[in-house]
């Protein structure tokens, strides 16, 4: 059987990720090595945090291949075990977890950080995709098959809201929206879930004062009015926008970035893709947006072209997260949204990041080589092949 996977994986997707993890370690290199200098006393090797990235590369990459491995359906008889681990680990790090600007979201264990938000997100998207995959038959019934995972998604979402990780309890809810309008639900109670949530929405944002710390207030007025106080909180999108404006068509060079130097603060996480625009301009804007679009492209037709519900939801979940999470992100340094925290895909620092976004991209590809076998089979043999999945 997994002599047969690996004829029919979809390696462009391989590739894809790839260059962008290659090109994120050259950038966070790049983008880290004056801060390794400035930040630590007494400072820390230039490649510090290249070194720590590639450590994290290997325990992603295992993952990967663990995912591409096994066969995606064996997930969805564990949904329940995979959404419990990740609600518990919700749970302890807002008891447990340490503090670092102002958010509580990380547990330390042996000297490494996990951020249980990350294995929220592929863990919420699993159960989605089995569940309304189970819910098939009687998916027109709101108070069955749409309601549990409805509380599901608000009880994830205030979790990680609380942390406070604002950014991440956003893309959350986005890319749950996707698999809801893909999970096959009444047109009417799709409509009657927007309304809904837009009152949400529009409850939240007059409640913002209350509802919100002085940190979070301060990165909405900084994105939407940086200039009001450029020194504090419009500090780090106005460098961002030095950044991006000195960049021009074909950048500074590689390694000749000037906000890196203590100008952008942490240029090597939410914010590395102004130092991509600044060292390499539009070449390398559209060298990393056209990779992350290729990818997100061939997922979604990944998740269309699969005959199995729970695949096809799966493809779709991890395809927005890819999305979503790029499109905070790019919103963030470029002002169109308020700065969140939330990383860019393969390419920002940040070890459970990548090794989750790492396992994530393995059941994409495992999914892909189950739908070119069943559509490269003859007819007759295509009853049988899920039957041989697990």
């Known amino acids: 059987m997994i002599k047969k996977l690996f004829k029919h994986y979809d ?17 966070i290199y790049s ?5 390794t200098v400035m930040k630590f006393d007494p400072p820390r090797p230039s490649h510090y945090f290249f070194m720590k990235q590639l450590q994290w590369l290997a325990v992603g990459t295992i993952a990967f291949l663990f995912a591409m491995i096994l066969p995606y359906k064996i997930y969805e008889r564990f949904m329940k ?37 990350e294995i929220a997100k592929i863990g919420l998207i699993i159960y989605l995709a089995a569940i309304f995959s189970r819910k098939q038959g009687y998916i027109s019934d709101f108070r069955r098959a749409v309601l549990p995972p409805l509380i599901i998604i608000v009880v994830v979402f205030f979790l990680v809201a609380k942390q406070p990780d604002l950014g991440t309890a956003v893309i959350i809810l986005g890319v749950s929206g ?21 009152v949400a929405v529009s409850i939240i944002v007059l409640t913002l004062p209350v509802l919100m ?32 404006a ?21 240029p090597y996480t939410d914010f590395i893709m102004a130092i991509v ?25 990944i998740g269309i072209r699969s005959q199995d519900t729970f695949g096809s939801l799966l493809a779709i979940g991890i395809s927005s997260l890819i999305a979503i999470q790029s499109f905070v992100n790019l919103g963030a340094i470029s002002g169109l949204l308020p700065i969140t925290g939330a990383p860019l895909p393969f390419i920002s620092y940040g070890g459970t990041f990548l090794v989750l976004l790492m396992f ?13 076998m069943k559509r490269r089979q003859p007819q007759s043999s295509k009853m049988d092949l899920h039957t041989k999945m697990v």
Not at 178 to 191: D, N, P, Q, R, T
Not at 277 to 298: A, C, N, R, S, Y
Request: hydrophobic share 50%.
């Open 246 to 266: 000195s960049g021009g068509i074909i950048g500074r060079g590689l390694g000749n970035s000037i906000q890196k130097y203590g100008f952008l603060p942490e």
């Open 178 to 198: 996707v698999m809801i309008v893909c999970s096959g639900m009444k047109a009417k109670h799709l409509y009657s879930l927007i309304g809904l949530c837009f």
């Open 277 to 301: 625009i600044e060292e390499l301009g539009l070449f390398g804007t559209l060298f990393v947006i056209g990779l992350l679009g290729f990818i997100v492209f061939k997922g979604f037709m």
């Open 213 to 244: 710390t002085d940190e979070q207030l301060s990165r909405i007025t900084g994105a939407y009015d940086p200039f009001a106080d450029p020194e504090d909180s419009g500090h780090q999108l106005i460098q961002s926008y030095v950044a991006i």
């Open 81 to 117: 075990m995979i959404l419990l681990a990740s609600l518990f680990l919700l749970v302890l790090v807002l008891m447990t977890g340490s503090v670092y600007n102002y958010s509580q979201r990380w547990i330390s264990i042996g000297g490494f950080t996990l951020q249980p938000s």
């Open 31 to 35: 983008s880290s090595m004056a801060v």
């Open 11 to 27: 390696y462009s997707i391989i590739i894809a990720m790839a260059l962008l993890i290659a090109f994120g370690l050259v950038m």
């Open 360 to 372: 994530s991209m393995g059941i994409l590809v495992n999914i892909s080589a189950f739908v070119n």
